[in-house]
């Protein structure tokens, strides 16, 4: 299974990577949720089609809401020629995405919708009842929360850019 998170208007000012690029809160979560449920996932981009979210782009100002059928089939096409290109066209995907990026896709794709029908805040809703409450975290922020979790308090040397760990039983360690 493969995740699909449709891109957002809220972007960087500057090139990013793609899961960085876009901001809104909605996007956020979704990829959060992705990073923590899928082995591999991508951005569905009105601009450049299927991306990989780490993939450097540059930000764009278009949306398949802007579009007519037409140029979402040939969107859809798009997306579909780089699924075969990278021979994932035969996989299962699912995607958190409105109806204007998955309809180009439904006749071509094993597609699972789970959001379809609910409105943005009942969206940000279910990823917090499936156990997504931050939008993000970085493996150094999970790596922090675990060193808590086992009775290590994280200090951070801003002048070196290390951690340096405090047991809370014992002798202050130095790296």
């Not at 956020?28 to 899928?38: E, G, I, S, T, V």
């Not at 922090?144 to 405090?166: F, M």
């Amino acid at each position: 299974m493969i995740g699909l998170v449709a891109c957002c208007k809220t972007k960087l000012a500057e090139p990013a990577r793609a899961e960085d690029l876009y901001r809104s809160p909605l996007f956020r979560k979704a990829r959060a949720y992705c990073l923590a449920h899928y082995p591999r996932w991508f951005i569905l981009s009105a601009k450049y089609g299927l991306v990989d979210p780490g993939q450097v782009i540059a930000p764009y100002d278009c949306t398949l809401l802007d579009q007519g059928k037409p140029a979402r089939a040939k969107w859809g096409q798009l997306v579909y020629r780089q699924l075969v290109a990278l021979d994932l066209a035969g996989e299962s995907f699912t995607a958190y995405a409105g109806k204007v990026y998955v309809s180009p896709l439904a006749d071509k794709l094993r597609l699972e919708t789970p959001l379809a029908g609910l409105g943005i805040g009942q969206q940000l809703a279910w990823y917090g009842t499936h156990g997504i409450r931050t939008e993000y975290r970085s493996h150094r922020a999970k790596n922090n929360e675990l060193r808590q979790l086992s009775g290590t308090a994280l200090e951070v040397d801003s002048t070196k850019g290390e951690d340096n760990a405090d047991r809370k039983a014992g002798p202050r360690r130095r790296s």
